[in-house]
């Protein structure tokens, strides 16, 4: 595999027979809340359809299970790096093998667990296109429940700087060596609609490149150079501290995949998000 953060399907079905391969599905879905409820959406760990088809081989990670922060009042929120560990462990996590991470439906769920990855000094890939491009082009699949990997004693290499919090952000609002990129669609990030995180808008001043743009009909990433036209359109340059949000600290993280595919490397994620930014009325909001 090459240094790139991304695997294609072809590349991971010359290495599928690997014992030494690592290889999760990540799915998560978001169903509508119930009426009245507090909460933005239900998150639902995809174990049915990961038991209806998976690639050979795979295993299942539970993202807001057993890899977030399940006290915070937000969901999807980094845990402390011992659970993480331990949770990497249960799963068979090994930095000196190869790992790879597909989703279904949308990549942003094995990019959200590339990026904490990252945070914790592991490499990973993930699948260009997830496990729709997979099934798509014919490789095999096979169903049932995962088998799991041997456990192993992980220890993580934490690096700072990859997860921010609202102070971060706020004392950044106006900065000049700083922009600040929101992912979400377009009418969320100009308030035109009601936002299901609370005030529609936006953090002031943070500039948009949604990262439903940032994806082919296949569900493939677009060409760095498409890619690179967004971003410098938008104002987001290699000479600037950049800090990516969006709804729940996940799709955002298909802009940090695509950055640092492009060699920008001052890159940071602000972790809760609207879900908490919306909420909190001290914070200030804007609209268009």
Same mark, same amino acid.
């Given at each position: 595999m090459?240094?790139?953060?991304?695997i294609?399907?072809?590349?991971?079905?010359a290495?599928?027979?690997?014992?030494?391969?690592?290889?999760?599905?990540?799915?998560?879905?978001?169903?509508p809340?119930?009426?009245?409820?507090?909460v933005?959406?239900?998150?639902?760990?995809?174990?049915k359809?990961?038991?209806?088809?998976?690639?050979? !081989?795979?295993?299942?990670?539970?993202?807001?299970?057993?890899?977030?922060?399940?006290?915070?009042?937000?969901?999807?929120?980094?845990?402390?790096?011992?659970?993480?560990?331990?949770?990497?462990g249960?799963?068979?996590?090994?930095?000196?093998k190869?790992?790879?991470?597909?989703?279904?439906?949308?990549?942003?769920?094995?990019?959200?667990?590339?990026? $904490?990855?990252?945070?914790?000094?592991?490499?990973?890939?993930?699948?260009?296109?997830?496990?729709?491009?997979?099934?798509?082009?014919?490789?095999?699949?096979?169903?049932?429940?995962?088998?799991?990997?041997?456990?192993?004693t992980?220890?993580?290499?934490?690096?700072? !700087?990859?997860?921010?919090?609202?102070?971060f952000?706020?004392?950044?609002?106006?900065?000049?060596?700083t922009?600040?990129?929101?992912?979400?669609?377009?009418?969320?990030?100009?308030?035109?609609?009601?936002?299901?995180? !609370?005030?529609?808008?936006?953090?002031? !001043?943070?500039?948009?490149?949604?990262?439903?743009?940032?994806?082919?009909?296949?569900?493939?990433?677009?060409?760095?150079?498409?890619?690179?036209?967004?971003?410098t359109?938008?104002?987001?340059?290699?000479?600037?501290?950049?800090?990516?949000?969006?709804?729940?600290?996940?799709?955002?993280?298909?802009?940090l995949?695509?950055?640092?595919?492009?060699?920008?490397?001052?890159?940071?994620?602000?972790?809760?998000? $609207?879900?908490?930014?919306?909420?909190?009325?001290?914070?200030?909001?804007?609209?268009?």
């Open positions: 090459s240094q790139s953060a991304l294609t399907t072809e590349q991971l079905a290495i599928l027979g690997d014992p030494n391969l690592r290889l999760y599905d990540c799915t998560t879905y978001l169903d809340a119930p009426s009245g409820s507090e933005p959406y239900r998150a639902v760990p995809g174990d359809t990961f038991a209806a088809g998976h690639i050979p !081989g795979a295993d299942f990670l539970d993202l807001q299970g057993e890899f977030s922060d399940v006290s915070a009042p937000q969901f999807f929120m980094m845990p402390d790096v011992a659970r993480l560990e331990a949770a990497f249960r799963h068979g996590l090994d930095a000196t190869p790992t790879v991470l597909y989703s279904i439906g949308t990549m942003m769920w094995s990019t959200r667990f590339w990026w $904490m990855l990252r945070s914790l000094g592991v490499a990973a890939w993930v699948l260009d296109g997830g496990f729709d491009k997979w099934k798509e082009e014919g490789h095999p699949v096979e169903t049932g429940a995962s088998k799991g990997y041997p456990a192993t992980f220890k993580a290499t934490p690096r700072t !700087g990859f997860f921010v919090d609202k102070n952000v706020k004392a950044r609002i106006g900065d000049p060596s922009v600040t990129v929101n992912a979400l669609g377009p009418q969320y990030h100009r308030g035109l609609e009601p936002s299901r995180y !609370g005030r529609p808008g936006r953090v002031p !001043g943070s500039v948009n490149v949604p990262a439903a743009t940032l994806v082919n009909a296949d569900k493939t990433l677009i060409s760095p150079a498409d890619a690179e036209a967004k971003f359109a938008a104002g987001v340059t290699r000479d600037k501290n950049v800090i990516l949000y969006c709804g729940g600290g996940i799709s955002a993280t298909i802009d995949l695509m950055l640092t595919q492009l060699g920008y490397d001052s890159l940071t994620l602000y972790d809760a998000s $609207m879900g908490e930014w919306a909420r909190d009325p001290a914070l200030p909001i804007e609209t268009d």
